[in-house]
């Protein structure tokens, strides 16, 4: 993980003051998150936004939900949420210098800016265990059910120092989707840190449950 200039981190706190701020006047950034049962608390607790105005570099993002990565001297990685009504692998985003197609990414953010972990306040959580999931909106529901909740974005932006991290808890569990991006992140952090696999039902995820349960039916999945 690449160390941040004081340039870097002066722009991603503004970046997220700005895209939080306008939060409060997009009618259909909030009822994204209605949908997806994140209460205001929350959102205020993870510093969500909605890029309205986009900073410089930040044009391509534009209506997307802004996801900061927050750490206790400030954010370090801003990921971008698309929140339109559509399908995005059948949705062109753009049409590239050849004349090709571009769909839109589900998830999205500046080229590089891997290698973090979301809600790093988790690792400070008076707790044996530790859930890593897959996806910024899968530790805000476990978060919300009240169980220590960390996230990677995929397999790739997993770093071997991220290990003198997970130290404190005695156990590491791992809940991803299933399909084959949620299967590879399985097998790596089962490889990596011994994490105990969390079964999720077909075809749901953590906000799925969040939603249709609550905090009981997150809960439910951990053992013991």
């Not at 209506?63 to 971008?80: D, I, N």
């Not at 692998?89 to 990414?105: A, H, I, L, N, R």
């Not at 790093?120 to 530790?139: H, R, T």
């Amino acid at each position: 993980m690449k160390t941040l200039s004081l340039e870097q981190r002066l722009f991603l706190g503004t970046s997220v003051s700005r895209y939080q701020a306008a939060l409060a006047a997009d009618i259909g950034a909030q009822a994204y998150l209605a949908l997806r049962g994140i209460d205001q608390s929350a959102a205020n607790m993870f510093r969500l936004g909605v890029v309205s105005d986009p900073m410089t570099g930040h044009e391509a993002f534009r209506g997307r939900l802004a996801l900061p990565y927050l750490t206790p001297s400030g954010p370090v990685a801003l990921r971008f949420r698309c929140i339109q009504n559509h399908v995005c692998k059948e949705t062109v985003w753009f049409t590239d210098s050849k004349g090709k197609p571009v769909y839109c990414p589900k998830y999205t953010g500046p080229e590089g800016d891997e290698g973090h972990l979301f809600n790093v306040a988790a690792l400070k959580a008076d707790s044996e265990f530790l859930v890593i999931c897959e996806g910024e909106i899968d530790a805000i529901a476990w978060t919300m059910a009240g169980v220590p909740a960390v996230a990677l974005s995929g397999v790739k932006a997993w770093k071997d120092h991220f290990k003198l991290t997970l130290d404190d808890f005695r156990i590491i569990y791992v809940a991803a989707d299933r399909d084959d991006a949620g299967r590879g992140l399985k097998s790596l952090l089962i490889k990596e840190v011994g994490a105990r696999p969390i079964r999720y039902p077909k075809g749901q995820d953590a906000n799925d449950l969040w939603r249709s349960g609550g905090a009981e039916a997150l809960r439910a999945l951990i053992p013991g």
